[in-house]
Nanobody, 124 residues
């Protein structure tokens, strides 16, 4: 079992940047496919980005391609989401998640473990 803790959220103006971090404990991160999801008020949780356990393949929501970058360091048991050119519509609580299944990287049902979330607010 793995425990996940996100950090790095905050308030930023449109066009700004934030770097989210996900720290894992309890089990080696290298066992898991990892993902970032977000949930805005009144909306369902949606996929943002995912990365395979070796970090050799990444996937992104279309609306964040070219602006967000997911990365991981298994030796440090950490994952990051670099977010550039932020827009007000990126405002949400961002969650990191871990999956041993690796069947559908974009589905919340594929992920067994979740962090508590970190708030990202982008002002216009």
């Amino acid at each position: 079992q793995v425990q996940l803790v996100e950090s790095g959220g905050g308030l930023v103006q449109a066009g700004g940047s934030l770097r989210l971090s996900c720290a894992a404990s309890g089990r080696a991160l290298s066992s898991y496919q990892m993902g970032w999801f977000r949930q805005a008020p009144g909306k369902e949780r949606e996929f943002v980005a995912a990365i395979t356990w070796r970090g050799d393949t990444t996937y992104y929501l279309d609306s964040v391609k070219g602006r967000f970058t997911i990365s991981r360091d298994n030796a440090k048991n950490r994952m990051w989401l670099q977010m550039n050119s932020l827009k007000p519509e990126d405002t949400a609580v961002y969650y990191c998640a871990a999956s041993t299944r690796g069947r559908d990287y974009s589905s919340t049902y594929d992920y067994e473990y979740w962090g508590q979330g970190t708030q990202v607010t982008v002002s216009s």
